[in-house]
């Protein structure tokens, strides 16, 4: 992504709003800033507990206090990375899928071991949103949360 004078150009204003009413959830005590004890309520208010060395490892990631502005800077950092085409995630997918269906152990213990490895949690997380009948996750319904087509 290229470094624009404007963060906020970086970004729809569908986007923007989005990011707003995240930071507002976030910040729990509503000074403005996002604070390790801000990120810890706000995780445990949606069911997912967090440490406070998690929460400050998380705000380490900036230099200096976690305001709206420091937030969305780091958001448009870590996209900056880039991102696999569809037609890639696709076919990562599909690397795994037969007869329209993908073994659940299978799939959460390769995600747990290779390449960047998730987190017990993570996949946990992840699977929630997944289609899961007998063992087996839902191709398609997989590939739709993760694409755009």
């Known amino acids: 992504m290229p470094k ?18 995240a930071f507002g959830i976030m910040d729990t005590d509503k000074d403005g800033l996002l604070s390790s004890s801000d990120l810890v309520a706000a995780f445990t208010a949606h069911g997912k507990n967090i440490g406070g060395g998690e929460a400050q490892a998380m705000l380490d990631e900036v230099d200096g206090p976690m305001n709206f502005t420091q937030m969305v800077t ?9 991102s696999d085409d569809d037609d890639v995630i696709l076919a990562s997918f599909e690397a ?8 659940a152990e299978a ?3 390769s995600l747990m071991t290779f390449g960047n490895k998730f987190s017990a949690s993570e996949v946990d997380d992840a699977f929630a949103e997944f289609k899961i009948d007998g063992g087996m996750i839902d191709a398609a319904h997989l590939k739709g949360l993760m694409v755009s087509k």
């Open 74 to 82: 780091l958001f448009a950092s870590k996209m900056a990375g880039g």
């Open 107 to 109: 799939f959460r213990h």
């Open 96 to 103: 795994f899928e037969m007869n329209g269906q993908i073994d």
């Open 4 to 21: 624009k004078a404007n963060i906020f150009e970086s970004f729809s204003h569908s986007a923007i709003q989005q990011f707003k009413e």
